[in-house]
């Protein structure tokens, strides 16, 4: 059964497994510890019925060969917590905070379309060490055989720049 609400649609939350979750800026976009994007209505409500993505193996470019299964629990808590209705699932495996920016971020890299993640851990992480940690994350990706050469730069540029923090003026190393 889809919500309607003021002439929106939820998002359909589609069927998920360990390596077929939800991830990106949805997953930003659901209650957590830290403090993730703030589109919530924008991200999970549409004026047509759509169903969001699922990241993983048939999606674009998979990740999973880079970090297997890290990050990726059953969140359907989260998304009781919004408000969102999940249907007959019992759960629903979705990337955390963490796992949500490396996927953006190697997506964009395959895509190169950097800039949609310049400031992510800015954005979406709320300290040092949160932003430390998923900088030594993304060095996994580098050392991927799955990424070309040009891809495995534009992260490394990308971990650079986070690294710098230029948009608190705060520097620190990786």
Known sequence: MEIKIRDCFQKK???????????GIYALNLPSE??????????????????APVWGND??????????????????KAYREANLNTGNLNCVYTADNY???????????????MGTVVGATMDYLDT??????????????IQSNTLSEEQKTRIQNWIT???????RGVSYEP
């Open 13 to 23: 939350i589609p069927q998920t497994s360990i390596d077929r979750y939800i991830s």
């Open 34 to 51: 830290m403090s993730g994007d703030w589109h919530f209505s924008t991200v999970w409500y549409s004026y047509v019925p759509e169903t």
């Open 59 to 76: 999606f674009g470019f998979d990740t999973n060969p880079i970090w297997g299964s890290f990050g990726v629990t059953d969140r359907i």
């Open 99 to 113: 796992r949500a920016i490396l996927d953006l971020m190697v997506h964009s890299a395959v895509r190169n379309s």
């Open 128 to 141: 040092e060490e949160q932003k430390h940690y998923v900088l030594e994350k993304a060095k996994f990706a």
């Open 161 to 167: 720049d986070e690294s710098k923090n230029i948009y």
